[in-house]
C-alpha cells in the first residue's frame, strides 16, 4: 500500500459512458464518490471504476488526457479498480485479436462476443461469494471473459464463459449493475476497497428507483 491516506472516497472515471449511474449507485449506498476527468483527481481514492461505455473510444480519452499512466501508477500504489463491461476491455491483460490497454488483470476477453447490440440481454445468476439472492444483470454489447489466470478468482461463470471475476487488485464484470436496482457488486467493490458498507435490502433502500433515477441527483458544480 502506499503512503497516499484511503480517503474513503470511490471515483468514477469520467471519459465516457454509464458514469452517472455509477455514481447514483453508490450515493444510494451512502459511499461518498466522485467524478474522475484529471489525474489530480486521482489522489486518495479508495477505488476506481472505469464504466461500460466504449472501450475504442475510452482508451483513445485515456491516452489523450493522460490518465493511463496516472491509473498505473495510482493502482501500483494500491488503488482498486472496477472495470464494468467497456472497462473490463481495458483492465484485462488479452484482448483476442486486439492489443491490450492496461492488461492490469490476468483474463483474456473477446470483444462484442455475443454479436451485435440487438443481443444485449438481461439474465438473473446467483454470484454466492458477492450475495445471498439472485443479482439481476444487464449485458449490452458485452465481451465474454475466455480464461482466467492462475491468481484471479472467477466469481460468476455462466454457459461457457466467465462473467465476473477479481484478483486482489481489480474487479471485473462483462455486465452492467449500475443498470439495475441491485447494489450487490457496488457493496462488494466497497468492501473490496475497504470501506465498510452495511448490509441491507437494496428495494427497501429506495423502492422507487428506476434506471432513471440518477438524474434526480446534480454531482457537477
Ligand atoms: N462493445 C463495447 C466495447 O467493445 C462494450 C459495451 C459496453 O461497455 N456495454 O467497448
Request: aromatic share 8%; proline share 5%; glycine share 10%.
Amino acid at each position: 500500500m502506499s503512503g497516499l491516506s484511503n480517503s474513503g472516497v470511490i471515483g468514477v472515471l469520467d471519459l465516457q459512458g454509464g458514469v452517472q449511474e455509477h455514481l447514483d449507485h453508490l450515493q444510494r449506498l451512502g459511499v461518498a464518490s466522485r467524478p474522475v476527468k484529471r489525474a489530480e483527481e486521482l489522489a486518495a481514492l479508495a477505488g476506481l471504476i472505469i464504466p461500460g461505455g466504449e472501450s475504442t473510444c475510452l482508451s483513445r480519452l485515456l491516452t489523450i488526457f493522460g490518465l493511463r499512466e496516472a491509473i498505473e501508477e495510482r493502482w501500483r500504489q494500491g488503488l482498486q479498480l472496477w472495470g464494468t463491461c467497456a472497462g473490463a476491455i481495458l483492465l484485462a491483460r488479452e484482448n483476442a485479436g486486439e492489443t491490450p490497454f492496461f492488461g492490469l488483470i490476468d483474463i483474456t476477453v473477446s470483444r462484442n462476443a455475443f454479436g451485435s447490440q440487438m443481443d444485449s440481454f438481461n439474465c438473473e445468476a446467483l454470484a454466492p461469494a458477492v450475495a445471498r439472492e439472485p443479482i439481476p444483470l444487464t449485458f449490452i454489447r458485452a465481451p465474454k471473459i475466455l480464461r482466467a489466470g492462475p491468481g484471479v478468482r472467477v466469481l460468476l461463470e455462466l454457459d461457457g464463459y466467465i462473467a465476473a471475476a477479481e484478483d486482489d487488485r481489480a474487479l471485473v464484470t462483462i455486465f452492467h449493475p449500475e443498470l439495475t436496482p441491485s447494489l450487490a457488486f457496488h457493496r462488494y467493490f466497497a468492501r473490496k476497497c475497504g470501506l465498510r458498507v452495511a448490509e441491507a435490502d437494496d428495494a427497501a433502500l429506495d423502492p422507487a428507483w428506476t434506471p432513471q433515477s440518477w438524474t434526480r441527483f446534480s454531482y457537477h458544480s
